[in-house]
């Protein structure tokens, strides 16, 4: 039944004026053209409060009472992973029957939403212990030791890989029309394994690697690849090498190749691709080749080499500037994961440029109103402006 119109209160004022005349209820309803119920119970009202005004309506009763509400809160926060259905199932064991939008509604007001995990390397806590190691070892390292360093990765580029989160403007039941589907195929239509090596003066070797990579390929890579590189890039003797704990990094044949080419090897904390400065880089490259379609493994290989040596060398070098936040996210969280999405768009040239122009105008505002001007003011505005 829908919610009848409220009648205002001078017409209610005006009713119980004239019932106060002497006016029986028929002839009030006759004058206002009301229902004599209507008329009866305005006029009781009155008589009972002394008032026509209508009162604040507390609504319908919750059915979820504040020591399910406080049980619903704590289990969610004991184990995130519990659903809707979960706890829907937990209340109607207790006799309370309700929708699982009434049980997202409550959490929701308990500032608790349900959102996609993260994916992050499983860290034991010897790894965490390592990696707090690494970035307290090296929190206090000038620019000119990451200057060094000839930062090395491997990853695998899919053909058609590149297809998640992509959205398509449509109308309702259009879904399958064939401009609003996204084609898969079996295994990505397959895919290739890169090597690649960056340093402060910029992009160095990408390479293909030829079927499955085991030790001895690994090594054909680094003797191919790593010398010419430095080369490149022009690093000076003392430079460091930095790669993954990736087996076929650490077998004692790659080792004993690294002792005669006397590499000198950045020791390096296990399951950490966030502290890899190469692994922006590498989401990077993929977006840009996936933006340009290769229809074929070749056309994917040339592509990835091309908007490989597109990376200017300020993106590297505003990657490895930052670096110092990434150790300070690591010690915060004492060896366990961080949140690389915040670094990830720092390195951006256009974003990097704002920041240096902003740093000027403050710089010459501090200086006209004789003020002390220093670099961590720039860092704070920019921490809250990012957070």
């Given amino acids: 039944m829908g919610v009848t119109k409220q009648l205002s209160n001078d017409l209610k004022t005006k009713i119980v004026h004239h019932h106060g005349l002497g006016e029986g209820y028929r002839k009030l309803s006759q004058r206002f053209k009301l229902s004599v119920s209507t008329v009866r119970n305005i006029l009781r009202k009155w008589k009972t409060t002394g008032s026509v005004q209508v009162k604040a309506r507390s609504g319908r009763p919750r059915k979820i009472s504040d020591r399910q509400k406080r049980r619903m809160v704590r ?16 209340l109607a064991a207790d006799g309370v029957t309700v929708h699982r939008s009434t049980i997202r509604r409550t ?38 030791f990451w200057n060094k360093v000839l930062w090395t990765d491997e990853t695998k580029i899919e053909l058609f890989g590149h297809n998640k989160g992509r959205y398509a403007w449509r109308k309702k039941n259009t879904a399958f029309q064939e401009k609003h589907l996204l084609p898969t195929v079996k295994y990505g239509g397959g895919s290739i394994m ?21 030790s001895t390929q690994y090594q054909q890579i680094l003797e191919t690849n790593v010398q010419e590189s430095v080369t490149k890039l022009k690093l000076r003797r003392g430079w460091i090498f930095q790669q993954d704990n990736d087996p076929k990094h650490c077998s004692k044949s790659t080792k004993a190749f690294m002792q005669r080419n006397k590499y000198n090897v950045l020791e390096w904390p296990s399951q950490s691709p966030d502290l890899n400065i190469i692994e922006n880089l590498w989401c990077e490259l993929k977006r840009a080749v996936h933006a340009r379609k290769p229809s074929n493994l070749n056309e994917l290989e040339m592509f990835c080499k091309e ?56 710089h010459t505002f501090c200086k006209s109103n004789k003020l002390h001007f220093t670099s961590n003011i720039t860092v704070c505005v920019s921490y809250m402006i990012f957070n």
């Fill in 75 to 90: 289990t969610v926060r004991v184990n995130p992973q519990t659903s809707t259905k979960d706890l829907q199932h937990h």
């Fill in 107 to 144: 959490l929701h007001k308990e500032m608790l939403y349900a959102r996609v995990m993260q994916r992050k390397p499983f860290l034991r806590p010897q790894h965490k212990q390592s990696r707090l190691r690494y970035a307290q070892a090296h929190l206090d390292k000038p620019a000119s």
């Fill in 194 to 214: 890169l090597w690649g090596c960056v340093a402060s003066a910029g992009t160095g070797n990408l390479v293909k690697v030829e079927g499955r990579m085991d």
């Fill in 307 to 362: 908007e490989w040596s597109k990376i200017p060398s300020t993106t590297i070098q505003t990657l490895i500037g930052t670096y110092r936040k990434r150790l300070e996210a690591v010690i915060s969280a004492k060896g366990g994961s961080t949140n690389i999405d915040f670094i990830s768009f720092m390195w951006c040239p256009n974003l990097c440029t704002c920041l240096i122009l902003f740093e000027q105008l403050l």
